[in-house]
């Protein structure tokens, strides 16, 4: 069974603040690292796919790094505001079978 | 296109009864994924079909849940007999895969089941 660990489960803060959390995954057979954000009440969506070493990825005042040797990724946002709030998922695909094993989450509250 | 969509939003249902999800994955995607989510176990795959085949059933948990896939625009998960434990949130997925991982999965908006 895959593991992949998110730390931490959630985190608290406050508007205007940055923050960042960490997913760590197998670095065996690796073929790409899927970032998702979901929002209470409804589906994930999906915010980057990673596959190279060292990739870096920004979307607005959100980016990621990837780091495949030792198998972890870096979630980072910047200034975050109240609608930055949700579950952010990682998974890692092993192998190309587009398979993803998504870990626990790190709940993200962000208060005005 | 209208994303991937998930029939019913809701579903409650009495143990024993038999329960059939539906999803029609986004049109030209060839990877269609059933999850459940639970807060003990958070999003687990069930089955995932490419091209309409079942590729790995590893994660359904047991006899009573079969997944069909019989085009490429439709795909049912059913649970007969369903049991309380089953009551999870159902999301559908699909992606069009081969080639370049640019993008990611489209999420159906889920099916909340509710066995009393």
Redesign the interface.
């Known amino acids: 069974i895959l593991n992949v660990e998110q730390s931490p489960q959630s985190l608290h803060v406050q508007e205007g603040d940055s923050t960042n959390f960490t997913c760590s995954f197998p670095s065996s057979n690796f073929y790409a690292l899927h970032w998702y954000r979901w929002e209470t009440a409804k589906s994930p969506e999906a915010l980057f796919v990673m596959t190279l070493n060292g990739d870096e990825k920004k979307k607005g005042r959100i980016s990621a790094t990837l780091n495949t040797k030792e198998g972890y990724s870096y979630l980072y946002i910047k200034g975050s505001q109240p609608e930055d709030s949700a579950t952010y998922l990682c998974a890692p695909d092993q192998g190309g079978s587009e398979k993803l094993v998504f870990g626990k989450g790190t709940k993200l509250t962000v208060n005005p | 296109d209208a994303g991937v969509i998930q029939s019913p939003r809701h579903e409650v249902t009495e143990m024993g009864q038999e329960v059939t999800l539906r999803c029609k994955p986004i049109s030209g995607h060839n990877?269609l994924?059933w999850?459940r989510q639970t807060m003990m176990r958070?999003?687990?795959?069930l089955i995932?079909f490419?091209n309409n085949v079942p590729?790995?059933d590893s994660g359904m948990p047991e006899d009573r849940f079969s997944a069909k896939m019989p085009n490429a625009s439709f795909s049912t998960l059913k649970i007969q007999p369903s049991e309380p434990r089953d009551s999870a949130v159902y999301?559908c997925a699909s992606?069009n895969?081969g080639g370049?991982?640019?993008?990611?999965?489209?999420?159906?908006?889920?099916t909340r089941l509710t066995v009393v």
Do not use: R
């Open positions: 990877s994924f999850y958070g999003l687990e795959l995932y490419n590729i790995d999301f992606i895969t370049v991982p640019n993008y990611g999965y489209t999420f159906g908006s889920g």
